[in-house]
Nanobody
Framework: QVQLVESGGGLVQAGGSLRLSCAAS????????MGWYRQAPGKQRDMVAT???????NYAESVKGRFTISRDNAKNTVYLQMTSLKPEDTAVYYC???????????????WGQGTQVTVSS
């Protein structure tokens, strides 16, 4: 099993900043990609940002220039630095990871439990 544990959500005023963290643990041989997704009430879950093991990043247009994704491969941890937050950024943020297990050598795709981010106007 592969577990993802997120932290860092909370309540912040518009224009403020938050940093989310997500640590992966368990039966992990390698992680190819990690990412952050978010889901607002009544809406689908959308990609916010992803990062590969080589450092290639991809961002949703709505967060470009405001959010920065990074990862520590040695710690199997991914971060999301969020600045200039807007009320429309309010959502549950989920961490994701894809990779290979140690044994058996099979692929995995896991989600965290989610962390609430609320931006007040």
């Amino acid at each position: 099993q592969v577990q993802l544990v997120e932290s860092g959500g909370g309540l912040v005023q518009a224009g403020g900043s938050l940093r989310l963290s997500c640590a992966a643990s368990g039966n992990i041989f390698s992680i190819s990609a990690m990412g952050w997704y978010r889901q607002a009430p009544g809406k689908q879950r959308d990609m916010v940002a992803t990062i590969t093991s080589g450092g290639s990043r991809n961002y949703a247009e709505s967060v470009k220039g405001r959010f920065t994704i990074s990862r520590d491969n040695a710690k199997n941890t991914v971060y999301l630095q969020m600045t200039s937050l807007k009320p429309e950024d309010t959502a549950v943020y989920y961490c994701s990871a894809e990779g290979s297990k140690t044994w058996p050598r099979k692929s995995f795709a896991s989600w965290g439990q989610g962390t609430q981010v609320t931006v007040s106007s």
